[in-house]
């Protein structure tokens, strides 16, 4: 009985804890990385579960937080956020390959056994401001123009997950992009250097982790930036 007792109220704790995280207060213009360490993340690699020792892939190199590529996985914030402003610097650092920021992030390892339950704002070259559902989903106008055939639409593993963006606006490979995410409440909106270029609603979540991806390709972060917002923005700057 006594061990009844003591379990309920530690899951009473974990759940008050969990509500608090969702409800803490974001500041204007916070840095949620130091860009000396990783504190206020933590590293998902799949492939580390069978060896511990595993070069990394996420470090601090140079005043900047670079994504390895591989082993592939996530890095992901120890805490929930809803109704932000999301702004993220970043660049290849060699060749042109995969990445992505992923919003309201919840379940780990979701799909494939990698992927937590999320909305990716994909990074891949070529493809910046596309959306990848996994385990949640989204809307957008002119859905069969940027999603294909309605039949194919779905979050799981066999269904198409791709909303391309309306149009590109990457810059030349090696130099510095800028993707502003904003969401609020079932809306994330997508510029890519000061570009709309996505406008998702009706997401079937609003609140949840981010993290970021190591998905290949060698992947330097100088800024990321967070601010609450009340209201989506015009322009991405």
């Given at each position: 009985m006594r061990s009844l007792v003591l379990s309920c109220i530690l899951?009473?704790?974990?759940?008050?804890?969990?509500?608090?995280?969702?409800?803490?207060?974001?500041?204007?213009?916070?840095?949620?990385?130091?860009?000396?360490d990783l504190s206020g993340w933590h590293v998902d690699v799949p492939e580390a579960d069978k060896n511990p020792k595993i070069r990394p892939s996420f470090i601090i190199r140079n005043g900047m937080m670079v994504s390895m590529g591989?082993?592939?996985?996530?890095?992901i914030t120890d805490q929930v956020y809803q109704n932000y402003r999301l702004v993220v610097e970043y660049r290849f650092a060699g060749e042109a390959g995969n990445c992505?920021?992923?919003?309201?992030?919840?379940?780990?390892?979701?799909?494939?056994?990698?992927?937590?339950?999320?909305?990716?704002?994909q990074m891949m070259h070529q493809h910046a401001g596309d959306f990848w559902v996994i385990g949640e989903d989204i809307e957008v106008k002119d859905m069969e123009k940027y999603r294909g055939p309605k039949a194919?639409?779905?979050?799981?593993?066999?269904?198409?997950?791709?909303?391309?963006?309306t149009s590109m606006a990457e810059k030349p490979l090696g130099e510095w992009n800028q993707t502003v995410v904003e969401c609020l409440n079932g809306d994330v909106k997508v510029w890519?250097?000061?570009?709309?270029?996505?406008?998702?609603?009706?997401?079937?979540?609003?609140?949840?982790?981010?993290?970021?991806?190591?998905?290949?390709?060698?992947v330097e972060f100088r800024k990321v930036m967070i601010s609450p917002i009340q209201k989506l923005s015009e322009k991405g700057k």
């Open positions: 899951l009473l704790g974990i759940l008050g804890s969990n509500a608090l995280l969702a409800q803490t207060k974001i500041r204007k213009n916070t840095s949620l990385l130091n860009f000396k591989k082993p592939e996985g996530h890095l992505g920021i992923l919003v309201h992030a919840s379940k780990p390892r979701r799909l494939y056994g990698m992927f937590p339950q999320s909305i990716e704002v194919n639409w779905g979050f799981e593993e066999d269904k198409n997950r791709q909303i391309v963006a890519v250097n000061g570009q709309m270029v996505n406008h998702g609603f009706n997401c079937t979540v609003n609140k949840g982790q981010i993290a970021l991806q190591a998905e290949g390709a060698e």
